[in-house]
């Protein structure tokens, strides 16, 4: 028995239609969205009196992030919304990306704020991005191995 792919990540989210038009700028795919109750959902997740709304996201390679909403019972808001990259648990997804600075750029102009970026020897160029409800997004655009890296970058 062993693992065969991951299918996807879920985040549970307040402003579904705002993380899901971010993610959507990113480049991922609608795949479809449903509203899901009753004793069957409680009883799978461990709640009880259960009702949300989901938005199945996919990259261009198959891989997926499922957004919750939660209507029953409300969500529980576990610490501060800019939590640092070091809190505990569930901190960051990682996309790679063709174009490091456009995609950045595309995503500060969707209200995201730059929290930082570097080059990982000659390997990558990283930069690190928090969108909505603290999400934190890390980009990696992979360097053509002939390039050479130059200082500061």
Known sequence: MTVRRMDNVLI???DLEAVKAFFLALGLQLEGETTVEGPSVGSLI???????TLAMLRTPDGQGIELDKFHTPDA???GPVDA???TLGLRRIMFSVDDLDAVVAQMQAHGA???GRMQYGNAYRLAYIRGPEGIIVGLAAQLDPARSASPGE
Do not use: S, Y
Not at 46 to 52: H, K, P, Y
């Open 12 to 14: 549970v989210v307040d």
């Open 76 to 78: 529980v808001r576990f």
């Open 46 to 52: 461990g709640l009880g009196d259960v009702r949300a």
């Open 84 to 86: 640092p990259v070091n």
């Open 113 to 115: 704020e730059l929290i």
